[in-house]
Nanobody, 126 residues
Framework: QVQLVESGGGSVQTGGSLKLSCAAS???????MGWFRQAPGKEREGVAA????????SYADSVKGRFAISQDNGKNAVYLQMNSLKPEDTAMYYC????????????????????WGQGTQVTVSS
């Protein structure tokens, strides 16, 4: 079982930037790691995912061109750089992981992920 700890959330104004970090308790090549978010009263949705090692990335349409997911395998960490933030990006952001053999791109569908962090709050004001 892997433990995940998110950090880097905060409050910014529209157009601002934040970088979220997810520290994993262990590294495993080929694992899918993703960022998800949940706003009050809404379902949890996928934001971005990455395959550790190969670096294949996937993004939700709503964040393409604004957010970038990356990895630092030496630090067992995954990051989410968020630029051009909008009020609709306000949510609790979660890091999640799942061992998914086979290579290729990872899904951003929340039910496919097994391990979850506690979340970090991102608030974007207009």
């Amino acid at each position: 079982q892997v433990q995940l700890v998110e950090s880097g959330g905060g409050s910014v104004q529209t157009g601002g930037s934040l970088k979220l970090s997810c520290a994993a308790s262990e590294y495993r090549y080929g694992r899918c790691m993703g960022w998800f978010r949940q706003a009050p009263g809404k379902e949890r949705e996928g934001v971005a995912a990455i395959r550790t090692g190969t670096g294949y990335t996937s993004y939700a349409d709503s964040v393409k061109g604004r957010f970038a997911i990356s990895q630092d395998n030496g630090k067992n960490a995954v990051y989410l750089q968020m630029n051009s933030l909008k009020p609709e990006d306000t949510a609790m952001y979660y890091c999640a992981a799942v061992p998914l053999p086979g290579g290729g791109f990872c899904s951003t569908d929340p039910p496919q992920y097994k391990y979850w962090g506690q979340g970090t709050q991102v608030t974007v004001s207009s």
